[in-house]
């Protein structure tokens, strides 16, 4: 089992669905990330939770809304996306002070919005 | 502003080549931390190393090293004799202490190693 989880591997959704994207860190860390990766694109930085709070939200549309219930889980909750969004959505996890700690991946969600 | 460049899109060796794959970056901190990570086909981005900007000693493990130099703001990556399954998507990666948890990426290098 990797130290960091995410179900489901695949969606499909069309643009007025509601789902939601879980993501779960086995290794005791501190904070938690929600990446986007798009075809051609870098990776893009969605939301830091430290310790449970949010500490990071780079400019991402409302459509996309996290939850962090606590250390060990992360949810990026999705309403009304537009296909644009489709990607691979990566959760991390880290331990350290000061982006000292290096990321641990989850194999991703690959996202498909029709 | 922080900023990672990889200048190779695409890199394609024949097996048993040395490959090197190349990262800038840009930074206003004194103290920052460096990164790579390969991301094979399924997916997952896989730690490969950290490096702080106190310690410019280069470092080797088996196959791999990597050569760190303040004085050109470069931290490359050069895989010896490659193999078959090296190929995948390398990102080099930085994060300022000063803004903590904020991992910038640069744009990923696709390595292809032919049989």
């Known amino acids: 089992e990797t130290g960091v989880t995410q179900t489901p591997r695949h969606l499909v959704m069309g643009m007025t669905n509601k789902k939601s994207l879980k993501c779960e860190q086995h290794l005791g860390h501190n904070a938690m990330y929600w990446y986007k990766q798009s075809a051609k694109k870098p990776l893009e930085l969605m939301f830091v939770y430290s310790l449970e709070e949010r500490v990071e939200n780079n400019s991402v549309p409302s459509r996309f809304s996290p939850e962090c219930p606590n250390s060990s889980h992360l949810f990026l909750h999705l309403h009304t996306l537009q296909p644009e969004d489709s990607a691979l959505y990566l959760c991390a996890s880290s331990q350290g002070v000061k982006g000292s700690g290096e990321l641990f991946f989850g194999e991703g969600s690959r996202l498909t919005v029709l | 502003a922080q900023k990672v460049t990889q200048a190779q899109t695409e890199i394609s060796v024949v097996e048993k080549e040395d490959v090197t794959l190349d990262c800038v970056y840009e930074t206003r901190d004194t103290t920052y931390y460096l990164f790579w990570y390969k991301q094979p086909p399924s997916g997952e981005l896989v730690f490969l190393i950290r490096r702080n900007s106190f310690d410019e000693q280069n470092e080797i493990s088996g196959r791999y090293s990597w050569n760190f130099q303040k004085s050109t703001s470069s931290f490359n990556f050069t895989i010896t004799a490659s193999l078959v399954v090296d190929s995948a998507v390398y990102f080099c990666?930085?994060?300022?202490?000063?803004?903590?948890?904020?991992?910038?990426f640069g744009p990923g290098t696709r390595l292809s190693v032919l049989p």
């Open positions: 990666a930085l994060t300022e202490r000063n803004y903590g948890q904020n991992f910038v």
